[in-house]
């Protein structure tokens, strides 16, 4: 059974457009939230994470939401840029476990067109 | 800074045939290391983690072992490889077990 769960396997969206990538869990226990990016031929790389006792954080261009009731996060880029295609991963852990429970998603595709 | 070196980029074995990919983390002292699988079409599969020397833990049973002989190497093994086996294998460090993962370039692994 998947624990985390990214429904949408790719996302085309227009340069300076906004991009939103989602993601849901279903493991109560989970209260830190990661997103990695991934080009192709490369290992990810962390892009921002936000723990379960704030709803928003952001970095930049890059927006992390968390909806505990819903058990829902999502990622926004905004403007969206062709570098930012890649694969987003969104990964979740019960904090202050060890990374041995850190879960992933299956990835978006996310394609940023000129 | 820290850097993460992982090798071969890509692998192309037969079936039966011995494994063995190696990692090494520059810049860190006691990390975490880890190495993961992503399978076609499935996400990031942990197979064995690490907190220091000759500790290892595995998350699935599997065809594949993990041996830590220096505190920055991080050694997958495997006796016999099976068509099973192929996928895309990623080696990852932390500071600890509350930190983000660093991930290596991976390895593009096909058992024919």
């Known amino acids: 059974d998947q624990q985390v769960k990214q429904n949408s396997p790719s996302l085309s969206v227009q340069e300076g457009r906004i991009s939103i990538l989602n993601c849901d869990y279903t493991?109560?226990?989970?209260?830190?939230f990661l997103w990695y990016k991934k080009y192709p031929a490369e290992g990810p790389t962390f892009l921002i994470s936000?723990?379960?006792?704030?709803d928003k954080n952001e970095d930049g261009r890059f927006t992390v939401f968390l909806n505990k009731s819903a058990k829902h996060l999502s990622l926004h880029i905004v403007p969206s840029q062709p570098g930012d295609s890649a694969v987003y991963f969104c990964?979740?852990?019960?904090?202050?476990?060890?990374?041995?429970?850190?879960?992933f998603g299956k990835g978006t595709k996310l394609s940023v067109k000129p | 800074s820290q850097t993460i070196h992982q090798w071969p980029a890509t692998l192309v074995q037969p079936v039966g045939s011995p494994l063995s990919l190696e990692c090494t983390v520059e810049?860190?002292?006691?990390?975490?290391l880890y190495w993961y699988r992503q399978a076609a079409g499935r996400g990031l599969q942990l197979l064995f983690y690490?907190?220091?020397?000759?500790?290892i833990s595995s998350e699935v049973p599997q065809n594949l072992s993990a041996s830590r002989p220096q505190d920055r190497q991080f050694i997958l093994s495997s006796k016999k490889l099976l068509l099973s086996d192929s996928g895309f294998y990623l080696c990852?460090?932390?500071?600890?077990?509350?930190?983000?993962?660093?991930f290596g370039n991976g390895t593009r692994l096909t058992v024919t």
């Open positions: 990852a460090w932390s500071v600890d077990s509350n930190s983000p993962l660093h």
């Open positions: 493991n109560s226990m989970f209260d830190y």
């Open positions: 936000i723990s379960s006792i704030k």
């Open positions: 990964a979740a852990m019960n904090y202050g476990g060890s990374q041995g429970n850190l879960i």
């Open positions: 810049g860190t002292s006691n990390p975490n």
């Open positions: 690490s907190v220091g020397i000759g500790q």
